[in-house]
């Protein structure tokens, strides 16, 4: 997840049709590649570093960089000129991307992030306003972090992310309206609806925080934000990216189980999860006496863990001073 919200929709589209657009050029013979990015933005080096790593003996074709179109209105204009379809119009001015897992709006009004995005503008999701006055419940069933089934029911991976854009976009699940800084340096408001995705992202991180210890769980929470800046910035196709992949892998080997969430109005609120690699134990975690556990013991891991502490302020206190957390003598302040 990109600066907090983004789900890396785009980004993660972006080296695998690179992909297939280098395989395709190949195939064909061609010497070239192109892509209709407009120079200001992250897909230029999205797809230009994916050609790079897997050709970097094809030329590049980037006609808003290179021809006389600057802006989205030159881009219609030449497209009249030429009898192009597309599906944008003067009226309809925003640019979208839509593949499996998200669709992306920016332009148009978005432009001013102070405005509140059009209610006609939205594709996927329902206005949370008019969804189902009743909650649903759904149960998804990973292995080794992989979602495998909704319901109890087994499902392909594309067809499982489409069963969920639908459940989640008929309650309004997975809007988001963001502020980002772009891999080129300046700032960009774009509103993303990933419906399925913010469901299956929730409920990965509950189960994973039932599988995973606390030194690994945070570990890959901090080793994730460097992931997600690799995606971003395009570098799918580095040795970084590849090494952090292994231990991402690795650290899903336990995490099978599956969690309970409810949809209600925009809303996920995660409501059970299990597994039989849970290192929660209800016995463990009880106050009650059990044999893993000695209360006494915690008096020596206070001291142990607090003797830095404790070491600093003696010398603070030494010849009779005291701690700079000591408190303030209130007898030296007069009153009013």
Not at 11 to 19: D, E, G, Q
Not at 180 to 209: C, D, F, Q, W
Not at 301 to 313: D, H, P
Request: net charge negative; aromatic share 10%; glycine share 8%.
């Amino acid at each position: 997840m990109y600066e907090r919200q983004y789900l890396l929709g785009t980004s993660v589209a972006r080296p695998l049709i690179a992909k297939w657009q280098v395989a395709i050029a190949e195939a064909e013979g061609a010497e070239a590649v192109a892509h209709g990015c407009t120079g200001k933005g992250n897909d230029q080096v999205r797809f230009e570093l994916t050609y790079k790593a897997l050709n970097p003996t094809l030329k590049v074709i980037a006609p808003w960089r290179e021809w006389e179109i600057r802006s989205r209105e030159d881009a219609l204009a030449y497209a009249r000129k030429f009898n192009v379809p597309v599906s944008n119009t003067e009226r309809d001015m925003y640019s979208r991307d839509s593949n499996l897992w998200h669709m992306s709006h920016e332009g148009g009004v978005l432009e001013d992030p102070s405005q509140e995005p059009e209610k006609s503008m939205f594709r996927l999701t329902v206005d949370p306003e008019d969804a189902p006055d009743t909650a649903e419940a759904i149960k998804i069933t990973y292995e080794k972090g992989v979602p495998v089934a909704i319901n109890d029911v087994q499902m392909a991976p594309a067809t499982l992310i489409a069963k969920l854009n639908e459940i989640g976009a008929r309650h309004g699940v997975g809007r988001i309206d963001l502020v980002e800084n772009r891999l080129v340096g300046m700032k960009s408001h774009g509103v993303y609806e990933t419906p399925g995705g913010t469901i299956l992202y929730a409920a990965h991180r509950e189960l994973e925080s039932l599988c995973l210890d606390r030194d690994t769980l945070h570990f890959k929470e901090q080793t994730a934000l460097r992931y997600a800046e690799l995606v971003y910035f395009g570098q799918w196709y580095t040795t970084l990216r590849e090494g952090l992949q292994l231990f991402m892998d690795y650290t899903q080997e336990t995490v099978s189980g599956w969690v309970k969430v409810k949809l209600y109005k925009g809303n996920l609120t995660i409501i059970g999860r299990q597994s039989d690699n849970s290192l929660y134990r209800e016995d463990f975690a009880t106050f009650g006496k059990d044999d893993v556990y000695d209360q006494q013991e915690a008096k020596g891991f206070i001291n142990l863990f607090g003797l830095q502490m404790k070491v600093k302020a003696m010398m603070e206190v030494s010849d009779g001073g005291k701690t700079r957390y000591a408190a303030p003598d209130y007898s030296k302040f007069k009153r009013d």
